[in-house]
């Protein structure tokens, strides 16, 4: 679907973009995070065919980006931080408005603009002013905007910035609702937390480098991870753990040791009578679920370590 390679972008003084390289399966919704100045907001214009790096590769949909450029814009949607409304406009003259101008014709933008309306649930808010609706359902707005020509892709940045909880919630649901009616999204964000409700995978940028992309929320079909907690610090625990069969990656943080082992629950109910018996002062042992917000500490940690993406 989406499918990068080698892509520099220069500023002046300043790489945004160094050798950046993935690819994007169709249905994703891919978060895109690092701190400011990553390059993150570059590398979406670039995706949308709004910026032009200095070199480098862009494939959508089998389309090159660099050199058609409109073709680009039919196949995708883009909403960027900081988008406009026309204040006095409604909602559907707001979106009828954008249909036009991404070519829909006289006759169909009308129906075309109800379409979106619907799928962003602002059917009832039509003959609104777009300068009277709230934050969240100005996002609603700017997202019908963007889709409106029916794009196989969305890039988004920032979406959620200023939003409440609640607002933050209905994002969510509405980026599973899009990517399940055949939708690829791109979501760049600060907000891991949000991200981890509705991503498929990640990609790590800093610097202008990639330096992470893995799946995000997809459990191993043999290995889960569990988290044991004890009530007080016991210096062999490591080599207690060491000595089990099944268990891999260990890592002990005080009293907590948290490691990969089978999935199977009755293998896991004697591997806690096998720890029990060896007098472990255990308090908890459950199950524990990657976050996107540890898997991204810890990627930048051991790729910071190791002197990558600096």
Do not use: W
Not at 242 to 271: M, N, R, W
Not at 277 to 288: A, H, N
């Amino acid at each position: 679907m989406i499918d990068v390679k080698n892509l520099y972008f220069d500023y002046p003084g300043v790489r945004a973009l160094d050798n950046v390289s993935f690819s994007v399966k169709a249905g994703n919704i891919t978060a895109l995070v690092g701190p400011n100045g990553a390059g993150k907001t570059t590398l979406l214009r670039c995706l949308a065919g709004l910026e032009q790096p200095f070199s480098g590769s862009i494939q959508v949909e089998n389309t090159d980006v660099l050199k058609e450029p409109r073709e680009c814009h039919r196949k995708v949607g883009f909403l960027s931080d900081f988008f406009g409304l026309y204040e006095e406009l409604t909602v559907e003259k707001c979106i009828c408005y954008s249909a036009l101008s991404h070519g829909h014709s006289p006759d169909g933008y009308l129906s075309a603009a109800k379409l979106a309306a619907e799928r962003l649930n602002l059917s009832d808010r039509l003959n609104t002013k777009a300068g009277e609706l709230s934050r969240g359902l100005r996002q609603k707005l700017a997202i019908a905007q963007a889709i409106v020509h029916e794009p196989k892709i969305l890039l988004l940045d920032e979406p959620a910035s200023g939003l409440d909880p609640e607002a933050r919630a209905d994002l969510a649901e509405l980026f599973i609702r899009l990517s399940d009616q055949g939708i690829t999204l791109i979501v760049s964000s600060h907000i891991l937390a949000e991200l981890d409700e509705y991503s498929t995978d990640m990609i790590i940028l800093k610097n202008g480098k990639i330096i992470s992309h893995e799946i995000i929320g997809q459990e191993s079909e043999s290995a889960v991870l569990l988290k044991l907690t004890l009530t007080k610090v016991v210096d062999s625990l490591h080599d207690v753990l060491t000595e089990v069969d099944h268990v891999t990656d260990i890592k002990i943080d005080g009293a907590t040791a948290c490691f990969s082992y089978v999935k199977d629950p009755f293998a896991q109910h004697l591997l806690l009578k096998d720890l029990i018996l060896r007098d472990l002062p255990i308090m908890s042992f459950v199950q524990e679920k990657v976050d996107m917000q540890n898997a991204y500490l810890d990627t930048v940690k051991v790729k910071t370590e190791a002197g990558e993406g600096i």
